[in-house]
């Protein structure tokens, strides 16, 4: 039985941790939020700079060639830093996708602008919201892509994007997208979390290639990967909302006496800590399903996610209450953990959905779901 | 990360397996895994006896104990395999437990020669069953507390009081108990521990009715016992730090052995396929789906929780942070589960048309899982020992500690 991370992958995380200390720090989140921008473009080239960026990639396309726990790990410390980065949608979705799915020509394409920092590749899955790839109508004839797409990250610092659409003969297959093309217009969001700037794309007949590996059954492993992925980010960044909350109540006084010694206060801490780690139980069951292909992948994914959006969404708001009214102000940290607590929640989609998955899941068996 | 034995692991399972195999049956589907440790009936008593007489004789008893206890010197990790394995089996409950686990090491610790000699072979063998009398009616939560007197008369010593929540006490041996021997100074200093014989006239068991309808636990009156100072295990006075050492065990083998987790929730898609809520099939309502899939989300969750306890302990570590989260999340789910399975069951909650229908069978539950919450600490002290041992939260006031206990 080993259920854990080893020394080697542990001195991953304090590599990459401290590499992130020095370049995210709070200050440039808040930064970000009030820049048009949003992207912490610094901390992304040293992403790259530190090899972070290829970590999943071939060799023969300029990475490193790690598994998904290593992976899982980045995704984590990169929830703790919030940093303004698009991890979740280039290193979640469109590697694995143009690794797993791709052709070479396609993979020589991208990949090594990848690993490199130089090329960010945006995902655009979604339509209105909703994230189900089922219920996409974006459609592609002759090679050509016309429909809306809403909301993808990080849109306008993107090159290309990996886009979910019909083929002519109606089934979802997902195809590579140059952004440039004068077919493509994008429209920005005002988003919760404006760290992770989100807009529409709307495709006029725009060019496309088709990734060929791009069933419906590799579809739905790629959002399930992504969502073990998205897991840990989500309980790295409430780990993070939680031990701030924790050091303010070591630290605030009233009735003379430390605010963390009240037992509303302190058990609410432990019970952010019990579904923290409920969720990261879940966390070790899917990245282990990702890394050995195992079958239980769907349920590992969808019990992941349901559980890492609940420890997300009560952590941070409780968060802002244990705060107090300083816990409501602009100037504070506690909202940046709120806000980015629900982008994560909108990039895979709600909770509904992986219920359904896991139900569906468990019905037909994980031959079947596959 | 993997979920495979080490190659140590594995032989240490095969030779287990390989006993029980030709020592027990195997449990058929039907079965359920004998996750408890209470015996119901006296015959029941009689088989776990038996049972356990086998596997000291074979040298599967006490198995992390040293092995010039008798022991085996296994490894945690060992344990939680052999659990594993006898799971498989239908065996007797493990009446044992609180012997093997808790005061077999406490006695290792605390006791003099003589002690060990007497008490530690007959726990192994199963010819002893101990319960612990350590809770009252006013110490449960805040064991130092406790009541019952200890007063020195010569060489002996006249134990006077009452306990209560004492599991299997109505079918032991032996009871390791906790009395005050000095009021005037602050609770946790005057307090000392003792080793006595439950068949003494002077302790009178009552079972306890719980508000499932069965009694598993007792309160038990102990109106002058007269034992012998020998009887006293560790200092005078010491009884506190003894107590402790009991408690430390008594968290380690929750936390290795088997999780005695009730339903599993997926058997609520099971009925919820078989019941109607508002004229449709009631797993076809979107508020039905949603609930049992985050029971699901939930219980999974535990389940792999036990798994990082378990790689700690292979890794010769103690369990970490992550088993505290555990017992506190558990019986919260099962109360949940099992209330919505009265709910899902019939119209009139509650109300069953026969033992052993849907209803009856999520009443059980519900009417079961209270206890998850409070025996062992309840959740209020699981949380505030989170709180403070984990998040490092300062402390609660304690008004009474330096204070003597017969001023409070």
Redesign the interface.
């Known amino acids: 039985m080993n259920f854990g991370f080893s020394d080697e992958q542990d001195a991953i995380r304090d590599t990459l941790a401290r590499m992130l200390s020095d370049h995210a720090t709070l200050a440039v989140v808040h930064d970000c939020l009030e820049t048009a921008e949003g992207f912490d473009s610094a901390t992304w080239a040293a992403l790259a700079g530190g090899g972070w960026l290829g970590l999943a990639i071939a060799e023969d396309y300029g990475g490193s060639a790690m598994g998904a726990v290593e992976l899982a790990i980045v995704a984590e410390e990169i929830g703790r830093s919030l940093a303004a980065v698009p991890f979740a949608p280039v290193l979640g979705l469109a590697t694995p996708a143009i690794q797993d799915l791709g052709t070479q020509s396609q993979k020589e394409k991208l990949l090594p602008g990848i690993a490199e920092g130089r090329l960010i590749v945006a995902t655009a899955l979604a339509e209105d919201g909703g994230s189900a790839p089922e219920r996409v109508s974006a459609k592609v004839v002759q090679d050509r892509l016309s429909g809306r797409k809403s909301p993808v990250l990080f849109a306008a610092d993107a090159s290309f994007a990996l886009v979910a659409a019909l083929d002519e003969g109606g089934t979802v297959r997902l195809y590579l997208a140059d952004l440039s093309d004068p077919s493509v217009s994008i429209n920005p969001h005002d988003a919760i979390d404006r760290t992770r700037p989100a807009a529409e794309i709307v495709f006029h007949g725009a060019p496309v290639e088709l990734l060929p590996g791009s069933d419906p059954a590799a579809i739905r492993t790629l959002l399930d990967g992504a969502a073990v992925l998205a897991a840990f980010e989500q309980i790295g960044l409430a780990e993070r909302a939680l031990s701030l909350t924790r050091d303010y109540a070591c630290e605030r006084q009233a009735f003379g006496r430390q605010i963390g010694s009240f037992q509303a206060v302190k058990h609410r801490l432990a019970d952010m800590f019990a579904k923290i780690e409920l969720a990261r139980s879940n966390a070790f069951f899917g990245a282990w399903a990702l890394a050995s292909g195992d079958n239980r992948l769907a349920e590992a994914a969808a019990v992941a996610r349901l559980s890492a959006l609940d420890a997300v969404q009560f952590t941070t708001e409780e968060s802002v209450q244990l705060h107090g009214g300083i816990g409501f102000t602009w100037a504070a940290d506690p909202h940046l953990f709120l806000r980015r607590g629900w982008q994560l929640k909108a990039e895979l989609g709600p909770a509904d959905l992986w219920r359904e998955r896991l139900l569906c899941d468990l019905a037909n068996g994980p031959a079947a779901a596959n | ?5 080490s190659p140590e ?1 594995a032989a240490f399972r095969a030779k287990a397996s390989d006993w029980l195999d030709a020592n027990a049956t195997r449990r058929d589907g039907s079965e359920k895994a004998q996750d408890h440790f209470m015996a119901r009936d006296a015959d029941e008593v009689a088989r776990a006896r038996d049972w356990q007489s086998r596997k000291a004789d074979a040298g599967w008893a006490g198995l992390t104990w040293p092995r010039a206890f008798g022991g085996r010197d296994a490894t945690p ?1 060992e344990q939680v395999i052999w659990n594993q394995e006898e799971g498989r089996y239908a065996v007797p409950p493990n009446v044992f437990l609180i012997g093997i686990g808790l005061v077999g090491p406490t006695v290792m610790i605390h006791g003099t020669d003589d002690q060990k000699t007497t008490f530690l072979p007959r726990a192994l063998t199963g010819e002893d069953i101990w319960c612990q009398l350590f809770s009252e009616p006013a110490a449960g939560s805040d064991l130092a507390g406790i009541r019952t007197r200890a007063r020195r008369e010569g060489d002996e010593w006249v134990i006077s009081g009452q306990k209560v929540w004492t599991s299997g006490a109505h079918y032991s041996t032996h009871g390791i108990l906790l009395a005050r021997t000095d009021p005037q100074v602050p609770k946790h200093k005057g307090m000392t521990m003792f080793l006595v014989h439950m068949s003494d006239p002077a302790i009178e068991t009552r079972p306890i009715r719980q508000i499932s309808g069965s009694s598993s636990f007792n309160e038990v009156f102990i109106d002058d016992l007269r034992v012998p100072d020998s009887a006293r295990l560790g200092g005078e006075s010491e009884g506190w730090k003894v107590a402790l050492t009991t408690l430390m065990n008594e968290r380690f083998s929750i936390s290795v052995g088997r999780a005695s987790g009730g339903a599993r929730a ?1 058997e609520l ?1 099971d009925l919820a396929t078989r019941v109607e809520r508002n004229g449709r099939p009631a797993f076809e309502d979107g508020e039905v ?2 609930r ?3 029971f ?3 219980q ?6 036990s ?2 306890v ?3 302990l ?2 010769g570590d103690a369990p970490g ?2 088993g505290s ?1 555990g017992k ?2 558990l019986g919260k789910l099962r109360q949940e589960m099992g209330a919505f399975g009265m709910e899902l069951a019939g119209t009139a909650a509650g109300i069953s048309a026969k033992s052993g229908d849907d209803v009856a069978r999520w009443r059980n539950e519900y009417l079961t899982a209270p206890g998850n919450r409070i025996a062992g600490g309840s959740d ?1 002290i ?3 020992i ?3 041992r ?8 304690r008004i009474d500690k330096d204070v003597a206990f017969s001023e409070l």
């Open positions: 990360m993997d979920f495979s034995d692991e990790i997926e898609i789906r949603a049992i899939a985050d699901i989300a939930r999974r969750g535990l389940e792999f929780t798994y990082r378990m790689t700690s292979s890794r942070e992550e989260i506190l999340l209020e699981q949380r505030t989170i709180g403070e984990i998040l490092g939260l300062p402390p609660e006031i």
